[in-house]
């Protein structure tokens, strides 16, 4: 089921970094890096903030129209309603990776949202150990929760004013507010990797 998901993601990016699409490509980079800042292509995090902005730019970035990439997808391919349903209503928020589980699953915390979330079994490999706190996407087909590609670790040091901070925006119950805020973080975290001789917890203000 996790490959059926990412064919069509991939299927995405192949159909709409392209041809007639290759302008909103270009114009939609412009306005995520201008939000979360620019990395060099040498730096060791640069694949992850393209998966970053990979994951975005499907799911969340509006054209001129107001249209998003993922919904043009939809309509123009007529997926099913329960594969429709969950690439609609991908889960993109601030996780924690609490554990993994006496079956051997990934536990994750979704701090913004304050939820347990269990990774389907045999979930691939993450580049992240227990602790570890970062942005990322999570969608959940038929019963099973898998990580999507893009994820954006933070410095544990700064955990507890992340979860401080995520208390604030719940309550706002925006979810403006909530992208506003992840974006938040991955500038933060951009700014962080510019000046890492600076303490964190001196960057991670809001």
Not at 115 to 126: A, G, Y
Request: aromatic share 10%.
């Amino acid at each position: 089921m996790l490959e059926t998901v990412h064919e069509h993601l991939d299927t995405v990016l192949s159909l709409y970094t392209q041809g007639a699409h290759f302008d909103e490509l270009k114009a939609a980079k412009e306005k995520y890096f201008s939000i979360t800042g620019k990395l060099d292509e040498d730096k060791d995090e640069f694949e992850s903030r393209m998966n970053c902005f990979n994951d975005w730019y499907i799911f969340q970035y509006r054209d001129d129209n107001g249209s998003k990439v993922i919904e043009d997808y939809i309509r123009t391919n007529q997926l099913d309603v329960e594969l429709s349903q969950a690439l609609l209503n991908v889960n993109h928020s601030l996780f924690d990776f609490s554990k993994i589980n006496f079956r051997k699953q990934i536990v994750l915390h979704d701090i913004l949202h304050d939820e347990k979330i269990v990774l389907m079994k045999n979930h691939p490999t993450i580049s992240l150990m227990e602790g570890d706190v970062f942005t990322g996407r999570v969608i959940k087909f038929k019963g099973e929760h898998y990580l999507l590609r893009g994820i954006c670790t933070l410095p544990q040091g700064v955990k507890s004013i992340l979860k401080k901070q995520s208390k604030k925006v719940r309550k706002l119950n925006s979810f403006e507010e909530e992208l506003n805020f992840l974006l938040q973080l991955e500038c933060l975290k951009t700014k962080a990797m510019h000046y890492s001789h600076i303490d964190p917890t001196k960057i991670f203000i809001f």
